[in-house]
Structure formats: structure tokens, C-alpha cells
């Protein structure tokens, strides 16, 4: 029995520890970037693996903040705000009220465009890249949100098969109770269904502030003007082949724009793995 019980500490010991190297592994580079943000230029490079820097540089943040041409962070920080919430609001509303009438409402070819919806995931975005600049552009609005915006309000492939998967462990019964009860197909979906699949939303809602936050592509193909740059646009600006690049401020503004993603991931991190984790239980 005492061989057995040191056999089980001893694993214990070393499965924690390994987790614990790994993991220390894994974030290796975002301690790096946040030490790095402290740290002047010359000691960056000098000593790029250390994580301690000799001495705390809040300069790098007061220069970073200021931003370019007269337009600070701030601005840019707002505008990814701006683009981030209309967009979550638009991808996990319109997902919702798809994978509704997928999963409760029978309707003529129903399956053929749920498969058309399966395939739009399986394109590439370069696929796509050309034709919606084109129709963009005939529209006007190229140097707007709206490229940014607009398209989340017609659902996400991938949003809508997740809502739709966990509507499908939701026992049918409740729909027929509610009809008794005198409800029209949209009481059954906003008082019913709804609230229940609430984790399925929130899961839905972190990937689309993640996706869209980090977004650099999209902002770069529409977006112009240096007042409507988001974040992930204006932190490119720091980087100049032409002209000195300030590391340290590009650090400093790089650590700040992790905060919102870290903020959220800790508020709902229980929602994301009970999001996933009931999506196709069947009731």
C-alpha cells in the first residue's frame, strides 16, 4: 500500500509539473511582450530573453498612447470597439434567430440550404476576398464600418450549426407546451428557446469579440483613413522600414490591447467550456 501511495504522488508531482513547464512555455511569448513593453529599446534587444527589465520604462505607454498624426490610441481603440460590438451584437443575433428556424421549422429545401450553409464553411476567405470589394465598393462603403459591420447582421455558418446543435438537446415538448399555451412560432423562440440556450450565445458572442478584435485583414482591405483604423490596423503603423521603429511603444500598445481579450476570457470562461461541452446532447 505505501509503494502504491508513492507511486501516486510521484505521478501527481510530475504530471504538475510538467503542466506547469508546458504551460510556462505557452505563454513564454506574452510574458516576454509584457516585460518587453517596461523595457527600453537598447535592453530589448540586448537581453531579449530576460522577463525582468532593469528598470520600468511608463514611457514606452505615454509615447504609444499618443498615437499618430494628432490621432491617439484612444481613437483607435474606440473604433475597435465600435466594430467589435455592432458586429458581436449582428453575428450572434441573426445566428440565433437561423439556427431557429433550421431546427424547429419545417420548410421546402431545407436541407439543401443547410448544406449550402455547411459549404460556405469549407470556402476560403481569399476566395471570397474580390467579389465582396467589388459589391463593397459599387456600394459606397469602402473608408466605412460597414464592410466590417453589415455582413454580421445575414448570420455565421459556424454560430448558427452551434446554436443549432445545442437547440436540438431542447426536448420538443416545450415547444408544444408553449403552443398550448397560445404561443406563435417567435413567443416559442424569444421565451422558450432563447433564454435556454444562453451558454450556446455567450460561446458564440466570446469567439466574435475574439475573431473580430484580432481581425487584421478586413480593417486593411476597406479601411483608409487613419481616424477609422482599429487597433490591430494602428499597431502596424509603429513599424516603419522607412524610419525608426519605436519597439517599446509598439510593445506598450500591444499589451494593452490584450487587456479587453484577457477581461472577457476570465469574466466567461465557464460559459465557453458549457457552451461546448452540451453542444450535441440530445434531450
Partial sequence: MKSIKIRRISGTILYHGFIWIFGFFMIYPILWLVASSFKDEVEIFQKSYSLIPSSLQFDNYVQGWKGFGGITFGTFFKNSFVIVILSTIGQVASSALVAYGFARI????????????????????QVLMIPQYILFSKLGWVNSFKPLVVPSYFGYPFFIFLMMQFMEGIPRELDEAARIDGCNQWGIFFRILLPLIR??????????????????????????????????????????????????????????????VFIIFVMCQKYIVEGISTTGLKG
Fill in 106 to 125: 419545417k420548410f421546402v429545401g431545407q436541407k439543401v440550404l443547410f448544406g449550402c450553409m455547411i459549404v460556405t464553411m469549407l470556402l476560403p476567405s
Fill in 199 to 260: 451558454p450556446a450565445m455567450i460561446t458564440s458572442a466570446i469567439f466574435s469579440f475574439y475573431w473580430k478584435w484580432q481581425d487584421f485583414f478586413g480593417p486593411l482591405l476597406y479601411i483608409k483613413k487613419p481616424n477609422l483604423y482599429p487597433v490591430s490596423l494602428a499597431l502596424k503603423l509603429f513599424s516603419d522600414p522607412a524610419a525608426v521603429t519605436d519597439w517599446g511603444a509598439m510593445f506598450a500598445m500591444s499589451t494593452l490591447s490584450l487587456v479587453p
